[in-house]
Structures are given as C-alpha cells and as structure tokens.
C-alpha cells in the first residue's frame, strides 16, 4: 500500500459537487493558463499535500493560477457555481486552511516573482511566494522584510494574520511594513488597497487574515538588514526556571534591534551541535542583533554571564538565519498547536512551563514566546486589524512529531499544556497559531477591533466566500453553501 492510498479520503461526506460534469468544466479550463487538477489526474495528490501531515483534504478542482487572470476566473467560478472555495498561499497553516474538501482550491504557488526596487527600499511580491524567495532576493541589496522564523512559510498566509519574527522588535510586525496590496474580491474584481485607496480594506487585510479576497499582490517597505549575530544560546532544563526570570526582565529592557525568543527545545542529534548534548531537553533564547557590531559583546554580556551550555551565537547573513530551522521542520510532520497572547510572565507561570518543558514528549515539540513589543507597540492597536499590541509575548505551544502513531500523544501534551497556561494570558491568541478553534476564540483575538472586521466583511464578502480561514462571519451570513 502506497503512502497515498493510505491517507484518509474527503471527511465532509457530500463527495464532488455534482455539476462538475466535464461540460461544465471545460470553459472553465479554456479560460485558464494555468493547470486543473481533478482527483485521479497525475499530480493532483502532490497538490494536496499540506504542511501539516495530520490534515487530509480533497478539493473537487485544485486550480494552480499562472496569473491574476486565472484568479479571477477561479473566484467568478466558485461563486456562481455556489463551491467551497479556499486559497493556498504557502500551505503551512498549522490547520490546513490553504486547502478544503470537495470544492474549489486555488492554488498559488506558481506565483513567487519578487521585485525589489533598491532606491524606494520596497518590495512587490507575488501572492504565493514563500519567504525563502523574499530574504533571497532583498539580501542582495541588504534589505529584509521581517517575517517569521522558518523560510518556507508563505508570504500570503503569514503576512495576513500579523507576521512575527527575528525582526519584530525594532521593524515591527509584517503587517506594519505592508504599504500595499492587490486583492481579487469576492465579485471578482481585482483591487488595490492602501492608505489612500479602500483604506478599510487595507485595515482589515494587516491581521484580518484571507477573510477579504485573495492577495495577489503585496508591497512591502524593506529594512536595512543585512549580518545580523545571532543565533541560540541553550541552558539545562533544570535552570530553566532561573532563566526564564532573567530573560522575562532583560528583553524589555533591552534596545530594540536586540530581538530574542525563548524556547523550550530537544537538541536535534545534528552536526551543529556538541555531541554530549544530543537529545537533551533544554531552554534557551534564540537572537538576533541587527545593531551596531561593536556593541554587540556588551549587549550579550548579560546572558553569557548565565554560563549558557551553548552559545551559538555569532555573525551571519540575515537569510541563514532565516533558514536555520528549515530542516528540523520538514513538511509532512504531526502537527497540533496552541496559542495566546502573554502581558506577564509571573513566577507561577513559569512553574507551569517547567512542568510541561519536562514532559516534551517528542524532539520537535517546543513552546516558544515571541516578543511582540518594542515597534509593535508604537502602533495603535485600532491602526489595523491585528489588536494585541498592549502585550510582551506571543506563545505558541507545539506538539510535532514525524510518526502518525505519535499525533494523538504530542496532542495530548499540547492541549494540557496549553490549557495550564491560559489562565495566565491575555485573553487572545495569534490568529496564525490556531487551528480550528472556533468563533468566540476568533471573537476574543480581535477584540474591539472584531465589530470592525465584521463591517469590512459585509462591504467586500456578504455572502462569506472566503470563509476557510479563522473567519469573520459577515452579519448576512447565508446557510452552509451547498453544492449544485
Ligand atoms: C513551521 C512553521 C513556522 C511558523 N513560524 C511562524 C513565525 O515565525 N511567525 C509567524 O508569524 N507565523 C509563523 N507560522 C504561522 C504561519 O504564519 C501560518 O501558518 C500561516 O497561515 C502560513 O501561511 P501560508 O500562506 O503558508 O499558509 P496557507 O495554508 O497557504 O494559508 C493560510 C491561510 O491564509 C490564507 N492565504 C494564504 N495566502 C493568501 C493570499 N495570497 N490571499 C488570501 N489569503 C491567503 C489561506 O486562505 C488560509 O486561510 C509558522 C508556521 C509553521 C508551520
């Protein structure tokens, strides 16, 4: 039996819509350039792979756009032939969004290009491209977008929800360097969102996710960032919880182009690494200085007088960094994780974590907290769509692991790991680290900003076609759309 016939086949149980017939579907395909994908075509379960390996959908039509163009027809078709419909940017979303069974999938990864323009410092980048072909492209001008941690994100679902990464702490979000975006709306008609143009729409699309159409689109200003020195520095699990109160005081203290996320993680058995450390459970923040050189010894100073067991830490070129996780998470693996918002990180909260750090049930499983201040809070949290910007942290808790068999354990250990902390957050939690977790969380992550979102939805998606995503239900919200 092949990997293939092994997976689970569509849950939804309506099977393809049944005016799918190959009369229907061939003006459909005349007026594409790029390629449909039907269950049973060669390619098409290729076109079905998710980041994540626990989830398994089926599209009817899997439509991998050449250009705008295709689109556009792919928008106009799955609403007037009433499919589900969702859009792939990436296709790393922890709970399989880009994809959805029985309807139509657009598929955007043919679209990558990226245009750096050196003079404005900007960056036009399609809206499929992954941020691999971001930092490749915007090095060699010494430039960056700030984005995530792991390059084969995509740009589209990332940028939508917020974006946090290495950077966040002195450039801010990936929303709060967004200038501009083309959308294809639900009426099919392509846009240009910004400040000046259907600036509700360019609101709601800095957090609001894909709620509002599809981003082919996005302008970006770049920043100056080219070394950086950075890396991790580990600790025993045992001092985990002395540094945890070391870290919680030094960060916010610390200048803003000193970015540093915590971690709880299992020493990959790899060549980087000292060998009396392989899979050992450990702690440890993980840095990025994109300040002046010379000031870097002083600045680290502090940490390295904790004695770190590792000190990885040393100059490098911004998309190595960028790059430095890709191969502990592949595609394919189990994958189940939890998010909230952090104001404070009290005594009694990190007791919590230690608990759970010490039960990591797999090598891939980890919990890291992001910072979420410094630049992010010098913007208003009604100035865009993505509302927590009061906090210090955005923690995510992740059961991962490469065997199907394991996916039910290092759920388990997420879900109590989580449930444990969460009285100790914000109420909220980053749209990009949820899975499915349903409306009132949706509703408590946007906060005063949820009326908001919910007005722009009813102007640019009435009917809620764009709905497979952490969605905002318009108020006219029509029953669950069937298939004919
Ligand atoms: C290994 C890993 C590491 C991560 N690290 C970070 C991190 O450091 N920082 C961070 O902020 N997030 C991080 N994330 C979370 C990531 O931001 C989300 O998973 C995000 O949804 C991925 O976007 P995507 O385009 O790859 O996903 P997809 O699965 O393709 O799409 C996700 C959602 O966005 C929508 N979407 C995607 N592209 C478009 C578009 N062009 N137009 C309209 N809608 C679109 C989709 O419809 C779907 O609802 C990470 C995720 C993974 C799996």
């Not at 994540?52 to 609403?79: E, Q, T, W, Y």
């Amino acid at each position: 039996m092949t990997a293939e016939t092994q997976r689970p086949r569509p849950t939804s149980g309506t099977g393809p819509p049944a005016g799918l017939t190959p009369d229907s579907l061939e003006p459909f395909r005349a007026r594409l350039r790029g390629r449909l994908f039907q269950p049973g075509d060669a390619g098409y379960e290729e076109a079905c792979q998710l980041y994540n390996g626990m989830i398994h959908k089926h599209p009817a039509l899997v439509v991998r756009c050449a250009d705008v163009a295709d689109v556009i027809a792919s928008v106009n078709f799955a609403r007037e032939r009433k499919l589900e419909l969702s859009v792939r940017g990436g296709g790393h979303n922890g709970g399989g969004l880009g994809l959805c069974d029985d309807g139509l999938a657009i598929d955007l990864s043919n679209l990558r290009d990226v245009r750096v323009d050196p003079e404005a410092r900007t960056v036009r980048v399609a809206g499929g491209a992954v941020w691999a072909d971001v930092d490749h492209a915007t090095h060699a001008f010494g430039l960056a977008v700030p984005s995530g941690i792991i390059s084969t994100t995509g740009v589209g679902g990332l940028t939508l929800g917020g974006g946090m990464g290495h950077l966040t702490r002195r450039f801010g979000l990936t929303v709060d360097n967004l200038l501009a975006v083309d959308v294809v709306l639900a009426d099919g008609r392509l846009v240009t969102a910004n400040a000046q143009k259907h600036p509700d729409l360019f609101w709601a699309v800095r957090g609001g996710g894909g709620n509002f159409g599809v981003v082919t689109s996005f302008l970006f200003r770049a920043c100056p960032v080219d070394t950086v020195i950075a890396g991790p520095m580990l600790w025993p699990l045992e001092r985990a919880a002395e540094v945890m109160r070391w870290y919680r005081e030094f960060l916010p203290a610390a200048p803003e182009d000193l970015n540093g996320f915590f971690a709880f993680m299992t020493v990959p058995p790899a060549p980087a690494f000292p060998e009396a450390l392989h899979l050992e459970k450990m702690c440890g923040v993980v840095w990025c200085y994109t300040g002046d050189p010379a000031k870097a010894d002083a600045l680290f100073a502090p940490a390295r007088a904790l004695a770190p067991a590792l000190d990885g830490v040393q100059p490098m070129p911004f998309p190595l960094l960028q790059t430095a996780f890709d191969g502990l998470y592949p595609p394919g693996l189990q994958w189940y994780w939890r998010a909230d918002f952090v104001r404070e990180l009290g005594d009694e909260a990190i007791a919590r974590h230690v608990e759970f750090a010490e039960r990591l049930p797999s090598m891939q499983s980890t919990m890291h907290l992001y910072p979420v201040d410094g630049a992010v809070h010098r913007v208003g949290p009604k100035d865009t769509a993505f509302s927590y910007r009061d906090v210090r942290w955005s923690e995510v808790i992740v059961g991962v692991d490469a065997s199907p068999e394991r996916a039910a354990e290092v759920t388990a250990w997420a879900k109590a790991y989580s449930d444990a902390l969460h009285p100790y957050s914000a109420g909220g939690g980053y749209v990009n680290f949820m899975m499915e977790e349903g409306q009132e969380r949706v509703q408590a992550t946007y906060r005063d900003n949820h009326a908001r979102l919910v007005e722009v939805k009813n102007r640019y998606d009435p009917t809620n076609l764009f709905h497979v995503n952490q969605n905002i239900r318009p108020d006219a919200q029509k029953p669950p759309r069937v298939a004919h």
